[in-house]
């Protein structure tokens, strides 16, 4: 009888881990952030379906084009908003590079086991590549905000949703307009192109900053 084999090599343990395209184990139960890498997060997020594919046009719209839409719009919300910050919308689905989009209801219906996984997830993120473990409320909430935004417009031009169904579970996009966002669907090898150089422009800009405050 053969079983799957977890990381530790016990092959009556259900495997917990995924193999990356650079090599890396990622394991889902204990996540190390040495095992995560900004170029598997980007093709894994272009490589994922917001809206569970139920967009218009014949590209998919991935989650990591509406990881660059929310920090954009995020940074017209924040007004001075440093690059960690930025840095930190950018990556506020990276989690999902591993769990795939996970659509509210299904999260509704999963509750705590499918939260404690996505957490476990970002805080390694997070360890792998300096940013704070724990967030701000007024940070968070720009986030939040900036994520509503940018889900009102996908699902009213890419998602079929009429605008006052949008407007009750998105509430108003504010100042920002549709115009302003990277909302129309990209191949999946450009879409992780853009995101990854997007993640590289913050990264530098963070080192500068860094670097002239010491």
Same mark, same amino acid.
């Given at each position: ?7 530790? /090599?016990?092959?009556?343990? $259900?495997?917990?881990?995924?193999? !990356? ?17 900004? /170029?598997?997060?980007?093709? &894994? ?11 218009? &046009?014949?590209? #998919? ?34 989690? +999902?590079?591993?769990?795939?989009? !996970? ?6 219906? !999963? /509750? =705590? ?16 590549? #300096? ?5 701000? $409320? ?35 996009? =504010?100042?920002?307009?549709? +115009? ?8 999946? =090898? @450009? ?8 993640? @590289? ?14």
């Amino acid at each position: 009888m053969s079983g799957r084999t977890s990381r530790t /090599g016990d092959r009556t343990a $259900p495997r917990a881990w995924q193999r !990356m395209l650079s090599g890396r184990r990622l394991d889902l139960l204990e996540p190390s952030p040495l095992d995560i890498e900004i /170029g598997d997060i980007a093709h &894994g997020l272009a490589r994922v379906a917001r809206w569970n594919g139920q967009t218009v &046009g014949d590209q #998919a719209y991935s989650v990591a084009q509406h990881s660059l839409a929310v920090e954009i719009a995020f940074a017209m919300i924040a007004g001075k908003a440093t690059a960690e910050e930025r840095m930190i919308a950018l990556l506020h689905d990276a989690p +999902e590079y591993v769990i795939g989009d !996970m659509i509210s209801p299904f999260k509704a219906v !999963m /509750g =705590g086991a499918y939260k404690s996984v996505e957490k476990r997830l970002a805080t390694a993120i997070h360890l792998r590549f #300096a940013l704070p473990g724990e967030l701000s $409320p007024t940070l968070l909430a720009r986030i939040k905000r900036a994520d509503q935004i940018c889900a009102y417009f996908e699902a009213t031009r890419l998602a079929g949703f009429t605008e006052s169904e949008a407007l009750a579970f998105f509430g108003r996009p =504010g100042p920002v307009t549709h +115009e302003n966002l990277p909302i129309d669907p990209l191949a999946p =090898g @450009e879409a992780q192109a853009r995101f990854h150089a997007r993640f @590289e422009v913050l990264d530098a800009e963070r080192a500068r900053t860094e670097t002239r405050a010491e």
